[in-house]
């Protein structure tokens, strides 16, 4: 979707709007150049700034959840904020009922239907919720069953009738093939847990970006995660714990499409979720989380497999993808082998994925402090020429008179 975004280029004029400030931005759709967001929304320019918005609130529903349920929740909430914001004004257009105007739609067919039936003040409102970010708060935000305060706790505590489903740890597989049985005369290799490191990592980000809903999406969701898996993706095999994590974090940033600052808080988010599903329940450690997370993983294939095979006679595309989810469910089943004979050594890493979190949050900071101290010093530069700058024109003015 087209943006509002700095032209670095433009060369520096007026505002063509209020044609009183320098113009410090360009329209993606007209080129004009404008200085502020509400000489954006002017009605000089509200075949653009309609346009612009629209595709915001078709994006945003559309995208914001996959779920039905959570859609219709916060189509409701959205309609309760947007109605309360044009009470507090008189409109012409506001008479009727909120809720009545956006009822019997089908957020997934009639979603650009929407828009239309919002007034005027509704779509601005619904802008400036996107940008503060108040449509974020529509949504309540899942918390992963490893974070769980009851699933600090060992499992051996029989707490699992007490804590609620979205808390409950996933049931790990039992029908799991011995390593040794697998590959019999050979040895398995070391590297094995920097793939499961990738992997788990994968894993996390499914299951947060769905916001827990990922086994009610199983095509998308194993989509996703073979997009960040190079090891499943791929056949790739990681050498190293450093090796692993950067396949992640690359796959990671290709796939992210948010503010840099905020890609970085949700990678950082997953790479904790890494240590913490490696470390597993309680102070002594032990393969709790990464069997249960592996086999939600499994579950995830399987699912999405079978939803494939009924639909590949429709979509000759799903073919390739059918392959690659089967190769994906063998490869996590032979590292399950390999987990539970020598998974114990995954705990080995935890001293370098926790000194690994901590180096890129001591350099985002310190890259973080050299652009802010270098736009502090444009700014300071920008302060002093602004002086000359303005005795220059008067001269130029005093000679032309």
């Known amino acids: 979707m087209e943006d509002l975004r700095v032209s670095r280029n433009a060369e520096r004029s007026t505002c063509k709007i209020c044609l009183l400030v320098e113009a410090k931005y360009t329209c993606p759709r007209c080129n004009l150049s404008y200085c502020s967001v509400p000489c954006y929304q002017s009605e000089k320019h509200v075949v653009c700034s309609e346009a612009f918005y629209k595709g915001w609130v078709v994006s945003e529903l559309k995208d914001m959840t996959n779920n039905p349920?959570?859609?219709?929740?916060?189509?409701?909430?959205?309609?309760?904020?947007l109605e309360e914001k044009a009470n507090e004004e008189t409109d012409d257009d506001s008479d009727d009922d909120l809720a009545v105007r956006l009822n019997g739609l089908d957020l997934d067919k009639d979603i650009s239907t929407v828009w239309k039936r919002l007034t005027k003040k509704e779509r601005e409102e619904f802008a400036k919720m996107y940008l503060d970010g108040r449509i974020a708060t529509l949504i309540e935000l899942w918390t992963p069953w490893w974070r769980s305060k009851k699933n600090k706790k060992l499992v051996?505590?029989?707490?699992?009738?007490?804590?609620?489903?979205?808390?409950?740890?996933?049931?790990?597989?039992?029908?799991?093939?011995?390593?040794?049985?697998?590959?019999?005369?050979?040895?398995?290799?070391?590297?094995?847990?920097?793939?499961?490191?990738?992997i788990v990592?994968?894993?996390?980000?499914?299951?947060?970006?769905?916001?827990?809903?990922h086994l009610e999406c199983p095509v998308d969701s194993c989509q996703e995660l073979l997009s960040i898996s190079v090891v499943l993706n791929e056949q790739h095999s990681c050498s190293s714990l450093g090796e692993a994590i950067q396949k992640s974090v690359e796959s990671f940033y290709k796939r992210e499409k948010s503010s840099q600052s905020s890609s970085f808080k949700f990678l950082m988010t997953l790479l904790e979720d890494l240590l913490v599903l490696i470390s597993g329940p309680g102070s002594t450690k032990c393969l709790t989380f990464m069997t249960a997370a592996l086999s939600d993983l499994t579950q995830l294939l399987r699912m999405a497999h079978h939803v494939i095979k009924k639909e590949q006679k429709h979509c000759e595309e799903l073919a390739s993808l059918k392959s690659q989810i089967f190769k994906a469910e063998k490869k996590i089943l032979f590292l399950m082998g390999w987990l539970q004979r020598f998974g114990m050594g995954m705990h080995s890493l935890l001293p370098l994925l926790q000194f690994e979190i901590e180096t890129r949050?001591?350099?985002h900071e310190a890259v973080s402090e050299i652009k802010s101290a270098l736009e502090s010093s444009l700014d300071s530069i920008k302060a002093l020429s602004a002086p000359q700058q303005e005795s220059s024109n008067k001269k130029k003015i005093i000679e032309l008179t």
């Open 69 to 81: 349920d959570d859609r219709k929740k916060v189509l409701e909430m959205l309609s309760k904020d």
């Open 156 to 198: 051996t505590d029989k707490l699992e009738d007490d804590v609620n489903v979205e808390e409950k740890i996933p049931e790990s597989l039992t029908d799991v093939s011995d390593i040794n049985i697998l590959l019999k005369s050979k040895r398995p290799s070391a590297n094995l847990r920097f793939d499961l490191i990738n």
């Open 201 to 213: 990592f994968s894993y996390a980000y499914v299951c947060r970006i769905h916001n827990g809903t």
């Open 361 to 363: 949050q001591s350099e």
